[in-house]
């Protein structure tokens, strides 16, 4: 059996599908996953042994792009959606329709240009295809509002943002044009993959979802030596970072974060990702961080402060830590919200943290309350969700 994978977008959005592809390959599955071509999402699928076929513009460059560094040389949101919408879309159809031709199935996710692509790419080569989120806000539901595009929340914004470049690549492929996105997008297989305890399914019957729980990658690296000398020098530390997302204030975050976390007396671990998070002075309180191993290194630290992906905010919740959510747009609030309503964690109020405004947040994160909600709330989260979409394409679309 031979299937493809397609995402586009951030870390958050290729490694769900890198886990799925682990766990397909160990069913005796080709598999291959398509995906934007920035290193740092090269480096990871080479070092779990997935082939990566690269579409598209760099995610970080258009993350970047959508987020200069002042205020008044930002383009409208909307038309930025729509220019890389259509970047990602040129890209996709010359590349997919060869990587999928003679697959089994086509599994994809990511922004609604590249997922509907993925679509009708499927549509062309006639194979079976599902829709995977990871969360439940792009899927229909009479119970929430749906996810807010910058500054439109309805089904019709999505024709009007996205309709444009799907059609483009229905036109290339020969397909007849999708009239209406959301169904066109939505109207089949859906596979909601995030915890249920953590995000339960709130939808109807119209809609046809199967919630596997959240995909993860087993991790077994081992933690750099010298980030474990620094774990064992003293009492657990709080850890920083906020992954794929550039972060706005980025300039003035280093400073905001080491503050607040020192206002409470503790030490910190850094990941300097996108937003290029930083030591500020030459003190021993401070360890700064790349690429690491998330499930080891949760596990030893007393809080974990992010940008309210779903993958790091499921890991964390994992590994039974307390959390802070300094959302910046798309699914992140929704995640922050859930924190808080489960307790087991504070949502920071608005995007740019300051020393004061994070040190609040910190100090309902590392109540002792806290810690215990979010130790008894490890024991429920499921751990096997790729393992269990790995079964459901082998089952029902092989």
């Known amino acids: 059996m031979r299937v493809v994978l397609s995402t586009w977008g951030g870390r958050g959005d290729v490694e769900p599908m890198a886990a799925l592809a682990v766990r397909l390959r160990e069913r005796g599955v080709q598999v291959r ?15 779990v042994g997935v082939p990566l076929v690269p579409y598209g513009p760099s995610a970080r460059a258009s993350a970047s792009k959508a987020l200069p560094p002042t205020e008044s040389a930002r383009p409208p949101a909307g038309e930025v959606v729509a220019r890389v919408s259509a970047e990602i879309a040129a890209s996709q159809r010359r590349v997919l329709p060869e990587a999928a031709e003679g697959c089994d199935a086509l599994v994809a996710t990511g922004v609604p240009a590249a997922l509907g692509g993925a679509r009708s790419v499927a549509e062309k080569l006639g194979v079976p295809w599902v829709h ?3 969360q439940q806000l792009t899927l229909p539901s009479p119970h929430r509002a749906p ?11 999505l024709n009007e943002l996205f309709g444009e470049a799907i059609n483009a690549t229905r036109a290339a492929l020969g397909l007849p044009p999708a009239e209406d ?3 066109f997008l939505f109207g089949g297989r ?7 305890v953590l995000d339960p399914w709130q939808g109807s019957a119209e ?27 003293g009492e657990p530390p709080v850890y920083v970072g906020f992954g794929s997302m550039p972060m706005k204030a980025a300039a003035d975050l280093p400073r905001a974060v080491v503050e607040a976390v020192r206002a409470h007396g503790r030490r910190m671990v850094l990941l300097r990702g996108w937003a290029g998070l930083s030591a500020v002075d030459d003190r021993d309180d401070c360890f700064v961080v790349g690429e690491v191993n998330h499930q080891a290194l949760f596990g030893r630290v007393a809080a974990v402060v992010h940008h309210g992906g779903a993958g790091t905010t499921a890991t964390a919740a994992r590994a039974g830590r307390p959390q802070v959510l300094v959302p910046q747009g798309a699914d992140q609030p929704y995640w922050a919200g859930r924190v808080a309503e489960l ?18 947040a910190l100090e309902t994160a590392l109540a002792p309350e806290t810690a215990e909600r979010a130790a008894a709330l490890a024991g429920r989260v499921r751990t096997d969700g790729a393992a269990t979409a790995a079964d459901l394409v082998v ?3 092989g």
Request: a negative charge; aromatic letters at 8%.
């Open 33 to 47: 996953l398509c995906a934007p071509p920035d290193e740092d999402i090269a480096r990871r699928l080479a070092a």
């Open 132 to 134: 995977v989120t990871f």
């Open 147 to 157: 996810l807010a595009y910058p500054g439109k929340l309805h089904d019709r914004y």
């Open 181 to 183: 996105v959301a169904s």
């Open 190 to 196: 859906n596979w909601l993959a995030s915890d249920p």
């Open 207 to 233: 809609v046809d979802v199967v919630q596997t729980g959240a995909w993860f990658v087993p991790d077994d690296r081992p933690l750099p030596d010298d980030l474990r000398a620094f774990l064992d020098a």
């Open 343 to 360: 307790g087991i964690g504070a949502a920071h109020d608005g995007p740019v943290p300051t020393a004061r405004s994070l040190a609040s």
């Open 395 to 397: 089952e029902q679309l």
